[in-house]
């Protein structure tokens, strides 16, 4: 392999039209996918931001810029990511290319494209992260789906590429009831092997399935360590998400270090608040205080982490600052 270097509104534009994930070979794993949209990404840019390209010195506000705190930004919606991530004050933010249930691949719908998105947000000083779609699992037994998940994961780390993303997070993917997991985990390393790695490519821990590959640490143990063997593991990395973790069943006190002892590094959290109990298996995202975690073990993550923040909670910019502030004070 050759290594080179998220509102009701919107949900209903990023969803399949039924509401339903397509492609995957699990119901049990497709109630667990991410449910947290519904409500997340409305429209929440300024109206005299929305529409207008983002250039230099078209923002007058001022970037959260403070060595001492964390770099905290959001999942927004991908039409201006720089317009977005200027609504909230963050030095980054995350974004889908195109439709996240679905295999047609990555689109730009920023105005300039992905070249006028590269240059306005390295102008505005803003760092870009994208989201592949939920549907790409390229752990599955089943051709039908691994085959077109390892084909979209590259079209997606292509696009990020091209915007000069600083990531691209993946979630881990599962198996079917039955499946030894090892098969999953030798189809990572054969996935990575064969994606040209252009930007870092991020695997963030899930929250439901008993067959999931990123759900356990012992599961995320054997992917990893599959990957070992893989050309270009090294700019495979780790999303650590707190509503995963704790829905998924692993106490956010000593996540941090779990993961680390597994993975060596964590390059990204995405700090979400659960609003389902420990264990549950439910991936369903709270503001940070509205849900089922301590905001207090919550900064603890971030603090121990060290590591860029996103929030994927609902509502728009002036939600996601208050969350920020929910977090940074703890800090």
């Known amino acids: 392999m050759r290594v080179s270097r998220r509102s009701a509104g919107l949900a209903a534009v990023e969803r399949d039209p039924d509401g339903h994930h397509r492609g995957g070979?699990?119901?049990?794993?497709h109630q667990d996918e991410h449910d947290q949209h519904d409500g997340v990404h409305a429209p929440s840019l300024p109206p005299c931001a929305r529409g207008r390209r983002v250039g230099p010195g078209s923002y007058d506000g001022e970037m959260s810029t403070a060595s001492t705190s964390p770099a905290l930004g959001a999942h927004v919606e991908q039409t201006d990511p720089v317009a977005e991530a200027q609504a909230r004050r963050a030095p980054h933010v995350q974004f889908f290319l195109g439709d996240p249930q679905g295999y047609k691949g990555?689109?730009?719908?920023?105005?300039?494209?992905?070249?006028?998105l590269r240059a306005d947000a390295e102008a505005a000083?803003?760092?870009?992260?994208?989201?592949?779609?939920?549907?790409?699992?390229v752990a599955t037994t089943n051709n039908r789906i691994r085959i077109p998940s390892r084909k979209l994961l590259q079209?997606?780390?292509?696009?990020?590429?091209?915007i000069?993303?600083?990531?691209?997070?993946?979630?881990?993917?599962?198996?079917?009831?039955?499946?030894?997991?090892?098969?999953?985990?030798?189809?990572?390393?054969?996935?990575?092997?064969?994606?040209?790695?252009?930007?870092?490519?991020?695997?963030?821990?899930t929250a439901g399935g008993d067959n999931a590959m990123a759900r356990y640490l012992d599961r995320i143990k054997g992917?990893?360590?599959?990957?070992?063997?893989?050309?270009?593991?090294?700019?495979?990395?780790?999303?650590?998400?707190?509503?995963?973790?704790h829905a998924g069943g692993i106490a956010l006190e000593s996540v941090v270090d779990e993961i680390r002892a597994i993975t060596g590094?964590?390059?990204l959290v995405h700090c979400n608040d659960s609003?389902?109990?420990?264990?549950?298996g439910a991936d369903r995202h709270a503001n940070v205080g509205r849900g089922r975690i301590d905001p207090e073990l919550l900064a603890q993550v971030v603090r121990d982490a060290g590591a860029p923040v996103v929030f994927e909670t609902p509502g728009g910019a002036d939600e996601h600052l208050a969350d920020f502030e929910a977090v940074r004070s703890r800090l």
């Not at 070979?25 to 794993?29: A, G």
């Not at 990555?106 to 006028?116: H, N, T, V």
């Open 275 to 280: 609003r389902d109990e420990f264990d549950s």
């Open 223 to 245: 992917v990893f360590d599959a990957l070992s063997a893989a050309d270009g593991s090294d700019q495979v990395g780790f999303c650590l998400d707190t509503c995963h973790a």
């Open 265 to 267: 590094r964590i390059d």
């Open 155 to 162: 079209q997606h780390m292509d696009a990020a590429a091209a």
């Open 164 to 205: 000069g993303a600083r990531g691209l997070i993946v979630h881990g993917g599962h198996l079917n009831k039955g499946d030894d997991p090892a098969v999953g985990f030798d189809n990572w390393r054969k996935a990575v092997a064969a994606t040209d790695i252009k930007v870092p490519l991020l695997i963030e821990n």
């Open 25 to 29: 070979d699990d119901p049990e794993q």
């Open 106 to 116: 990555p689109e730009f719908r920023y105005a300039g494209g992905a070249d006028g």
């Open 125 to 137: 000083g803003v760092g870009l992260y994208v989201h592949a779609p939920y549907i790409v699992n």
